[in-house]
């Protein structure tokens, strides 16, 4: 009797959510399997910022090392988690049709709005595109899952909070005052999830690849892809959408100054039989607009902060 397929996944509701999901699939297509929940080391240090922590993949490295280790067979990602530079060895093997890739607003009042507020987040990207909206508001530093910054919002006193509307819709959290942000671009491959495996397990490969679909596969990677071009190596404020209509790929990526003060923004569409380098020449576009200098900035102060 086959052995059933070990399933990675951190041990927040959002992420069991999203492990039980494919673990459904999977059971589906016949597939025997079976959950393995871990707790990453983004999930226990909580009172830093992340670009501070210095590490890339934080919510993915101790999936990372279990998969290495033999202890899973496939690890599911919020694939806007997961480093562009996968580990030696390691493939993405399905990502899932995505959900809203959108960014909210969960608040207590929306007066503040036109005057002084407070807002939380721990994202680089929403915190700039924020404050190039509202230069007059404070942005504080949010950590945790979902559940742990809903609490946060509640006990202080701040006027709002940003998250993925994703995130709250799967596990029932989202409130029905929360405002669509339609003009905040999103973290590249927000609100898809993603399986990874190493390449030498045949069988988990071959079991998980079942799962992938092809359109947000594409609109996923042409995102990344503009990432990983743009950042090399380092934390920034980048946002990047991509939706298919009409068989053409319609993209629009930007980058922030941290502090929001400036942004370069690019729009495109190509034919969707063309999207392969599509994200990299959107990247260099950037680059050659003023994004060069920006990313230099952008790194010379997370490498020397002001306290």
Same mark, same amino acid.
């Given at each position: 009797?086959?052995?059933?397929?070990?399933?990675?996944?951190?041990?927040?509701?959002?992420?069991?959510?999203?492990a039980?999901?494919?673990?459904?699939?999977?059971?589906?297509?016949?597939?025997?399997? %079976?959950l393995?929940?871990?707790?990453?080391?983004?999930?226990?240090?909580?009172?830093?910022?992340?670009?501070?922590?210095?590490?890339?993949?934080?919510?993915?490295?101790?999936?990372? %090392?279990?998969?290495? +280790? +033999?202890?899973?067979?496939?690890?599911?990602?919020?694939?806007?988690?997961?480093?562009?530079?996968?580990?030696?060895?390691?493939v993405?093997t399905?990502?899932?049709?995505?959900a809203?890739?959108?960014?909210?607003? %969960?608040?207590?009042?929306?007066?503040?709005?036109?005057?002084?507020?407070?807002?939380?987040?721990?994202?680089?990207?929403?915190?700039?595109?924020?404050?190039? #909206?509202?230069?007059?508001?404070?942005?504080?530093?949010?950590?945790?899952? %979902?559940?742990?910054?809903?609490?946060?919002?509640?006990? +202080?006193d701040? #006027?709002g909070?940003?998250?993925?509307?994703?995130g709250?819709?799967?596990?029932?959290?989202?409130?029905?005052?929360?405002?669509?942000?339609?003009?905040?671009?999103?973290?590249?491959?927000?609100?898809?999830?993603?399986?990874?495996?190493?390449?030498?397990?045949?069988?988990?490969?071959?079991?998980?690849?079942?799962?992938?679909?092809?359109?947000?596969?594409?609109c996923? /990677?042409?995102?990344?892809?503009f /990432?990983?071009?743009?950042?090399?190596?380092?934390?920034?404020?980048?946002?990047?959408?991509?939706?298919?209509?009409?068989?053409?790929?319609?993209?629009?990526?930007? /980058? #922030?100054a941290?502090?929001?003060?400036?942004?370069?923004e690019?729009?495109?569409e190509?034919?969707?039989?063309?999207?392969?380098?599509?994200?990299?020449?959107?990247?260099?576009?950037?680059?050659?607009?003023?994004?060069?200098?920006?990313?230099?900035m952008?790194?010379?102060?997370? +490498?020397?902060?002001i306290?």
């Amino acid at each position: 009797m086959k052995k059933p397929i070990r399933i990675g996944t951190r041990d927040s509701e959002l992420a069991l959510w999203q492990a039980h999901t494919v673990q459904n699939q999977m059971e589906k297509l016949g597939v025997d399997t %079976v959950l393995c929940p871990v707790k990453s080391t983004g999930d226990l240090v909580l009172d830093k910022p992340l670009y501070e922590l210095g590490i890339t993949g934080i919510f993915t490295k101790t999936l990372d %090392v279990a998969l290495i +280790n +033999n202890e899973i067979d496939i690890a599911v990602h919020s694939m806007k988690d997961v480093p562009t530079l996968l580990p030696k060895g390691m493939v993405q093997t399905a990502v899932l049709e995505r959900a809203s890739s959108q960014d909210i607003l %969960v608040h207590k009042g929306t007066d503040f709005l036109n005057g002084k507020g407070t807002i939380a987040t721990g994202s680089l990207r929403r915190k700039a595109q924020w404050l190039y #909206h509202y230069p007059n508001h404070d942005v504080v530093n949010l950590r945790g899952n %979902v559940n742990t910054r809903l609490i946060k919002l509640i006990e +202080n006193d701040w #006027h709002g909070a940003i998250f993925a509307k994703v995130g709250l819709e799967r596990i029932k959290l989202l409130p029905k005052d929360a405002i669509e942000l339609d003009w905040m671009v999103p973290a590249p491959a927000q609100g898809a999830m993603v399986v990874m495996a190493m390449e030498k397990n045949t069988e988990a490969v071959a079991a998980s690849t079942q799962l992938n679909h092809e359109e947000s596969e594409i609109c996923t /990677l042409v995102e990344r892809e503009f /990432l990983r071009t743009l950042e090399g190596g380092c934390t920034a404020p980048i946002g990047a959408v991509v939706h298919i209509e009409k068989q053409k790929i319609h993209f629009k990526g930007c /980058l #922030h100054a941290l502090d929001g003060s400036t942004k370069v923004e690019i729009e495109k569409e190509r034919p969707l039989d063309k999207f392969q380098g599509f994200g990299k020449s959107c990247a260099y576009e950037v680059l050659e607009s003023g994004g060069s200098a920006l990313m230099k900035m952008i790194k010379n102060e997370l +490498n020397n902060p002001i306290h």
